[in-house]
Structures are given as C-alpha cells and as structure tokens.
C-alpha cells in the first residue's frame, strides 16, 4: 500500500489547506512570524489497514514549481522544529531547497520514520504516525516587499 501523508493542524481536527503565515497577517523584514504548528499524518485514522512507513522523512521548502528559486527558499527564510524528535530536534533550525530537517514521528517509531501502521487518528493513540512540526518565517532584513507563494516539501522515501 501506499503512503498515505495528511496534513492537520495542531487541534488534529482542521486539515492545512494553504499555510497562510503569520495567520494572513504581514511579517516585516528582519522579524519573526508567530509559530505555526503542524501535523504531519501517514494513514491517518485508518483502522481497517496498515499504508507505507513514510521512511528517512525531511522537511524543506520549494517555489512554487518545486524548484530551488525564490529569495524565500534561498535566503532559508522558514525555520522549523521538529516537536516529536526532543532533543536536537526540539531547536529550530532554517529549511531550503537543498537544506532540510529530518523528520520523525512521536512514540517508537524509527528515526527519520512517520508509521503508517492501523490507527484511530488521534493523537493520544497515534503518537508513531505523526510528526508534530513548528514553524515560523523569518524574512531577513533585506527581503523584497510582498507575498510571497512556496511550497513545503516532506521527502521521504519507502521500502
């Protein structure tokens, strides 16, 4: 089967349809946008199945072609932390095309690992099919004034 990856946000009820930063609200050059946290679900709420392990899972941004360009990707303007990995992972750390994050699930699943074993979907029960990841955009001071569109990107690969 598959991998089969949703995105919820930090109330596990609403799905991230379009990450509007700083909830739609400006963040001037040179400042920090407020946190944003992030659900990242393999096979979530499937109790019937078992889907893919999402495995060696990093996390990076794009343009909007999928691509490396953009002063947002460039300039590494998102910063993210990875909650579920503790540790070294609990700092935030600036993503971009080629520099990323790994990322992991809560519980015991395997570094750089989202399961995608049978779950009820929630957060309580499914600690291994999630990654909880925070982020924020922090343009730098030089940045050209406007929005800006991007995508973030979770790599993984299966086995």
Known sequence: MAVLISWYKQNNDDPWEHWNVNDGEPVDAGTTSRNSVFLIWNNRGDKEKDATDAETCT???KDMAGGGSGELVTQKWIWARVDTMGGS????SEIGDTVTVPVKAGGDAPAG?????KNDGTKENSARNFAQVTLHAKPLITATAGNVNFLLRLQYTLR
């Open 59 to 61: 996390l990076t941004t």
């Open 89 to 92: 992972g609990s700092v935030f």
């Open 113 to 117: 690992t989202i399961k995608g074993t």
